[in-house]
Structure formats: structure tokens, C-alpha cells
């Protein structure tokens, strides 16, 4: 019997960043979780593409849209789970152990990791403790905590609209009974700490919330990268 989680990463120039998330998926290998690595790229002009295929990865291109890219390498993935992971995402040791339990207990359920940064200090927690809140709450988790879904229940949703923006949040709102695994997603901190932390958080909750009263995600994300 194949393994049962497909890993899905979309890249935009990750060079950087993908060799640490991939090391930190190694544990998933040995425990027999992976079946297939899945790189959905939006046209790299770096290293990215020699790294994902060093490290045996499916290459995936296409145009620059997280949520397409997301579409593209859900459509090309095989495994009866997909997991979804942000290219500057390490997942803590102990992931493994986490999704081979909920594979066998959790009822199917869609999931995702609590969030941490990789960053000490106050407002690195404070922020992580609004977004694991956040998801606890409303099934609402951002794309750097990680989807773990059953292939099935996201086609039924309608899987990542091709939208630029909270595509994540998008696919969310159609899951329900959505649960947090006891393991977490450490992501980056790198545009917080270069915009601030209440800034770049208050920024977030408002685009949140403009895309909630019906703001064209093509218009957020304009704004979203100024």
C-alpha cells in the first residue's frame, strides 16, 4: 500500500528557504507517511527548481498566484491526504508522530499545526497566540499553520479558488470540524520584524476583515504587497 500523505509546497523564488522546510520533512519519510513531494512553482528565476528536484520533488509551473499554484499541485498530487506547507515553514520534530495519529483517530477531519515563529519575544507569541485563537475559534487557520486534508474532502469543497489571496481562507470557510494537531509550524518572521509586529498583524486582521465585507482578493493583494 502506497504512503498516504502527498506533500504540496508552492514556490516563488525559494531558494532560500525550501532546503530547511524539506529537512524538516525527513521524519516523515522514515515513518512511512510520504508518498510524493509536490512543488507548484509560479516561475522562479533562482535555485529553486535544482533544489526541488534534488530532492526528488514533482516540478509543477505556472503563473505567479498562490491560490492557482496551490489548484495546480493539489490536481497533480496522488496521495489520499494532502499536506499543504509554506515554503518557509519547518514543522517541529514530533510532526510524524502527530498526523500518523490523526490519520488513524481523528475521523477523517481536516487539520492544521499551531502556529509558532521563529523569533523570541513577546510579540511573536502574542501574534501566534491570536492565530492559533483565531483557528481554534473559527476554522479559520492562515496557509504558514498547514492544511492536512483528506484528497476527497478537498475536491468536494471546491479545493483553492485561483484567486492571489486568501486562497487559505477561502478553502477554510467550505471545511467544517476543521481540528489543530498537537505539533506546530514554526514560519518565518522575516516580514514582521522588517514592518513591525503590530503593524504587520493590524495589517493582516484589516485585510482580513476587507476581504470578509467582500474585497476583491486581485485588490488586497495589491495592497498587501505595498
Keep these: 500500500m502506497p504512503a498516504p500523505v502527498s506533500i504540496v ?110 523569533a523570541r519575544g513577546l510579540m511573536p507569541a502574542w501574534v501566534a497566540g491570536w492565530a492559533n485563537l483565531r483557528s481554534r475559534l473559527f476554522g479559520l487557520p492562515y496557509g504558514d499553520q498547514g492544511l492536512l486534508i483528506r484528497r476527497a474532502d478537498y475536491e468536494a469543497a471546491g479545493g483553492y479558488p485561483d484567486q492571489p489571496l486568501m486562497e487559505d481562507v477561502a478553502l477554510a470557510q467550505r471545511l467544517s470540524g476543521l481540528t489543530m494537531l498537537p505539533a506546530a509550524a514554526l514560519t518565518s518572521a522575516a516580514r514582521y520584524q522588517r514592518a513591525g509586529w503590530l503593524r504587520r498583524g493590524g495589517r493582516n486582521l484589516w485585510t482580513l476583515a476587507r476581504y470578509f465585507l467582500g474585497a476583491a482578493p486581485e485588490k488586497l493583494a495589491n495592497s498587501y504587497r505595498k
Design 9 to 118: 509546497i508552492p514556490t516563488l523564488n525559494a531558494e532560500a528557504e525550501l532546503p530547511a522546510a524539506l529537512e524538516h520533512l525527513m521524519e516523515g519519510l522514515a515513518a512511512g507517511l510520504i508518498r510524493e513531494l509536490v512543488i507548484s512553482d509560479g516561475g522562479s528565476a533562482d535555485a529553486t527548481r535544482a533544489i526541488a528536484q534534488a530532492a526528488g520533488a514533482e516540478w509543477i509551473s505556472g503563473a505567479p498566484s498562490r491560490g492557482g499554484q496551490l489548484r495546480r499541485g493539489c490536481a497533480a498530487a496522488q496521495g489520499e491526504w494532502l499536506l499543504v506547507l509554506h515554503a518557509d515553514t519547518h514543522l517541529e520534530p514530533g510532526w510524524a508522530a502527530a498526523v500518523s495519529r490523526h490519520l488513524q483517530e481523528g475521523q477523517g477531519a481536516a487539520a492544521c499545526f499551531r502556529l509558532r515563529f521563529r
